[in-house]
């Protein structure tokens, strides 16, 4: 992959990359940052505990996994942003820990936009009626939404659910985040980044692409 035509191709939609360096070895993650990217996002709390020590220290380090809420403790202290906030429980523990520690983050709400029930995200009905009673606290900033299109080759079906999260993220600013730090709607991967960007997205996440032969 060049990856310095992938980063015109994102930057063109004045959208953001992050480099999803899961599973990938430490020393083959050495030429994205020498490429620019400053954007680094892991699934497992564990790996990215590894391989942050071993790497340049400007890098902002993202969770973008399914997070329990026992490694909030953990993995907060560590990362700029957590894409993937998908329930009351773990937005509340995250807004408690951050709360006793004077510690600022910034997060995304996770939604489940896949018509598959494998994926993750929180229910867009239950979150909407959820959303009515929210309170800004201090340390927890909403920066926007993310989330995962079915795995599918119809791409109507995924242009679909882009949509849904792009409108969605137009309502919620206009109803309850007007904030201008309100401005992230992450979604795309490595075979959908470009209908994600079509539809609205400002920051793909891309993996397996960036490392392909
Ligand atoms: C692995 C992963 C990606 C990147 O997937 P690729 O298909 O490798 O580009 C994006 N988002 C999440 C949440 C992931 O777990």
């Keep these: 992959m060049q990856i310095n035509k992938l980063l015109n191709e994102i930057e063109a939609y ?32 564990q790996e ?17 996994g399914h997070l329990q809420s026992n ?8 990362v700029t942003m957590i894409q993937s906030i998908s ?16 510690l600022n ?14 994926k993750t995200g929180w229910d867009i009905d239950n979150f909407l009626s959820w959303i009515v009673t929210f309170d800004s606290v201090p340390h927890v900033r909403i920066r926007g939404l993310m989330g995962m299109a079915s795995f599918t080759n119809d791409q109507d079906q995924i242009k679909k659910e882009f ?19 309100f401005d992230t709607v992450s979604m795309g991967m490595s075979s959908d980044y470009k209908i994600a960007l079509d539809c609205g997205s400002t920051m793909v996440r891309i993996g397996s692409l960036l490392f392909q032969k």
């Design 163 to 181: 949509s849904r999260l792009r409108q969605l993220f137009e309502q919620l600013k206009k109803e309850k985040f007007p904030e201008n730090y």
């Design 14 to 45: 004045g959208a953001q990359l992050v480099a999803v360096t899961k599973t990938q070895p430490v020393n083959a993650l050495i030429p994205l940052f020498d490429a620019g990217i400053r954007i680094f996002g892991e699934n497992r709390v």
């Design 105 to 118: 983050v910034d997060i995304l709400f996770e939604m489940q936009i896949a018509s598959e029930d494998t």
């Design 48 to 64: 990215l505990l590894i391989k942050k020590p071993q790497l340049p220290s400007d890098i902002n380090w993202h969770m973008i």
């Design 87 to 102: 329930s009351i429980k773990l937005y509340d523990q995250l807004q408690q820990f951050c709360g006793h520690q004077g």
């Design 71 to 78: 490694k909030i403790k953990q993995v907060t202290p560590q």
